[in-house]
């Protein structure tokens, strides 16, 4: 087995998550063109990750779960690799004993990543059968054991600081060359304004605070607003269009929309999260209009490529600009993707994600 070998251990199947997809994923061809050897192995099986998220089930989850667990007991006498890269978690449940065998024990070295507050307690409405069983304790014992830490942003790096030495800079990136590669077409002053929001149905209550601000905006100028979820929003509105979330079609839903909205709360948790949804708004060329909590107000620069809207006044009067100023909504959108693929793509962080890995390999 090659020095540089990589055993990469996260929850979801391959190409699922966006999690994964956005903070790995998309480097593995990298990797392996620069000599890697790389094994994924997820705690959720294909058939496990189609019921994960729906109500009850609970019986096959647990089953689930115990085949998991064993899975990754048996990682203990088939890791060859000799670095360990370990996405939000080594397993749901449970100590990482298998972690400290592997680092102490094995002698592995071990790399950690992660992209949102989950030191915080956190569970889906369909996954509250697991709450109780989690230990959030094991984000700082896998920090603490880790020889490098990748955090996503800088709320999360300051966590990670206080376990850790060793932590790096990485935000989620975009790949502009295979797969957001378009751009949405400028915006006519005889269309209606369309507004998108992506996202998984764990974030969808978020849009709670827009519903009465779209309300408003509709009567005044009658929109559409596009949602492209796994799951439709428990609304009906006659502006609401739901476009049920693949992998195939999720870029072209949104090059239909001349604005994306990204709204968050001003919470810990909301903190920790990386702007996946602006990044990929601004990557294919459509302004991001955001919450400026997190690392929301890096990415969006106010007036250059979005707005910062951080009350209900702020959604009001940046939508309403919009709807005024086509010329100038039309001259932003062209700001857009040139900008994020300077400061957030895949293609300019593909060398540094290389040179840590190989300075951790080889240290």
Known sequence: MSKRSLLIVCPYPNGQAPSQRFRFEQYLDYLEAQGWEIRQESFWTEKAWKVLYQPGHVAQKFAFMAKALLRRKRLLFGCKESVVFIHREFSPVGLPLTVWVLKYLWRKKIVFDFDDAIWIPNSSVSNRWIGFLKSYGNTRRIIG?????FCGNRFLQAYALKHQKNTYLIPTTIDTQSHHNREANPPKISEQLCLGWTGSHSTMHYLKMLWPVLDT???????????????PPDQEKPYLEFIPWSRATEIEGLLSC???????????????????KALQYLALGIPAFVSPVGV???????????????????????????????????????????????????????????????????A
């Open 258 to 276: 001349h604005v994306g909205l990204m709204p968050l709360l001003p919470d810990p948790w909301s903190e920790g999260k990386c702007g996946f």
């Open 217 to 231: 905006i509709h009567k005044e100028h009658p929109l559409r607003f596009v949602v492209i979820s796994d799951q």
């Open 296 to 362: 929301n107000s890096e990415i969006v620069k106010e007036g250059f490529n979005g707005f910062l809207c951080d009350n209900e006044n702020a959604w009001l009067r940046s939508l309403r600009w919009c709807i005024e100023h086509p010329q100038e909504l039309s001259e932003m959108k062209n700001r857009c993707r040139p900008d994020l693929v300077k400061r957030f793509s895949v293609q300019a962080f593909e060398p540094v994600y290389h040179r840590i890995l190989s300075e951790i390999a080889d």
């Open 145 to 149: 054991m880790a020889d490098g830490v």
